[in-house]
Structures are given as C-alpha cells and as structure tokens.
C-alpha cells in the first residue's frame, strides 16, 4: 500500500513460503515497524488458492486511473518461477484484483503480530 496526500495507509506486507508473514507499518497504521507473525494453514492456504484461482499471470500489470490523490497498491505474486506485480488504485483495478487487495489487507489488518528487528528468514 502506497501512500497519498492524506492519511492513507502505507505499510508493505510480505508472505513468504510455509507461512511466514511480515508487515512493516510506514505510515498512517496501528504498527509503526517491522513485525511477523505465522499464519495458520488454513489462512495461507487461502490466499494460495485465491491467487491461483485468479489468473493472476493473466491480467494487466498496471490499471492506470485519472484520480491522483487515490493511493496505489500493488500486488506482487511469486510462483513456480514466475514473478509478476498489478499495481492500481480503488477505481481502476478489476474486482478480482480488488478481491486479492481485501484478502492481503484483512492478513494485515489482523491480530497476533509481534515486534521484529530483522526480516523474518524464508526458510
């Protein structure tokens, strides 16, 4: 999440393979820093079958909008080799993209993050 002209939240969320999740809070959210948490299977393997299900590989890589104050998100999905990043905003992203946005921000939003230091090893 990216930021805007007001108080739009911007933080970066990273879910690394087995679970593992890391939020650094930039601006404008609850936690300031970096922290971690272990997501239950049950969450990570949700937001696998979302992406899968979404063709993610298959839409656009940007949706541009005329609105420049809207903050901008992006969303970068690593598989199987293949890496690829849809960056947009509120109005412009289609709603399945909108849908992954809702999914990764309610894992950010969610409770049972501590305080880290260092970036969490993808092990």
Known sequence: KNPCFGTCPHYTLTIYEKGIASFEGKKDVKKIGLHTKKLTTREYEGIKRAFEASNFFELQDDYP???????????????????????????????IVLGLDKLLSQIAASDGWSMNKEKPAND
């Open 65 to 95: 909008s005329n609105v420049s104050d809207l903050p901008k998100t992006a969303i970068t999905y690593h598989s199987n080799g293949k890496s690829k990043t849809i960056t947009g905003d509120e109005l412009s992203r289609p709603g």
